[in-house]
């Protein structure tokens, strides 16, 4: 009788598949160690991409600048243009707009940056937080410099420029024109970053938003304290313009903060 062929077994051995991790078991962060001299290269390259963002920006800042500048004018009720006190103002006014305007188109490649270089620091939960709030901040910061620049400033204007005009001839300094508008659009636009930061507090259960809700007075008082710095003139009226959006985004972020920034109980604590 022939033999039955005999099938030789295989002699590797087939892999284990790892067992892979649930999504609901906590996991452990790592930290990288950066050296004194690592850290001043991560530092060096992140401003380096900053000014390079902010240069290239510089180049839409000096296209719009002209254009900006006259409707500072007319909106600061300046019919016969702008008072100047040194013969180099109106080319540094000029470049100066410029340079402002190339930060502000800027501003999310630089909010990035200084993330990026705060991130290895983070837990992933917080880079995950950070990170995704990074649009809400820029287009906070961008919606609270234009109310400044739409509304809040040239009704600030239209009240001085008509204060008392029998008594005094009414022909700003072009230099402290542009610092009313730079101080009134920063300020709101950091003023601005309210709810994002309302968020975040509550996210990372640093204050929870029945907290928010108590502290309600005290918010309202730094607030009228706040619109007091940031108003640069010390009429009510304009002080009003700059707390009355503040006191809606406080409520807002309470909102926000009860809907969005509960924080997750994890395993351990739900047993």
Request: aromatic fraction near 12%; charged fraction near 20%.
């Amino acid at each position: 009788m022939a033999r039955a062929l005999r099938v030789p077994k295989p002699r590797f051995k087939v892999p284990k598949i790892p067992r892979l991790p649930r999504t609901d078991e906590p996991y452990e962060d790592v930290f990288a160690e950066m050296t004194l001299q690592e850290h001043l290269e991560e530092l060096r390259s992140r401003i380096v991409k900053t000014c390079i963002s902010i240069g290239i920006a510089f180049i839409a800042g000096v296209i719009l600048s002209r254009p900006l500048l006259e409707e500072i004018r007319q909106q600061a009720n300046a019919d016969s243009g702008l008072d100047v006190v040194s013969p180099t103002d109106p080319i540094a006014l000029y470049f100066k707009i410029a340079l402002y305007i190339a930060i502000g188109i800027a501003m999310p490649v630089i909010v990035w940056q200084l993330i990026g270089f705060l991130a290895p620091g983070l837990t992933r939960k917080e880079k995950r937080v950070l990170f995704s709030s990074l649009p809400f901040v820029t287009m906070l910061f961008l919606g609270g410099a234009a109310y400044a620049f739409f509304f809040a400033a040239p009704r600030a204007f239209d009240f001085l420029s008509t204060f008392l005009d029998r008594t005094f001839d009414w022909s700003p300094e072009g230099n402290q024109v542009i610092n009313f508008y730079l101080t009134l659009m920063i300020g709101l636009g950091i003023s601005f970053q309210m709810p994002v930061v309302m968020f975040l507090l509550s996210k990372f259960n640093i204050v929870s938003p029945k907290r928010m809700r108590q502290y309600r007075k005290y918010a309202l008082m730094g607030i009228l304290v706040a619109s007091a710095i940031i108003t640069p003139s010390t009429d009510p009226i304009n002080m009003a313009f700059v707390a009355l959006p503040l006191l809606a985004l406080y409520e807002v972020g309470i909102v926000i903060a009860q809907v969005f920034g509960k924080p997750r109980k994890t395993t351990a604590a739900a047993a």
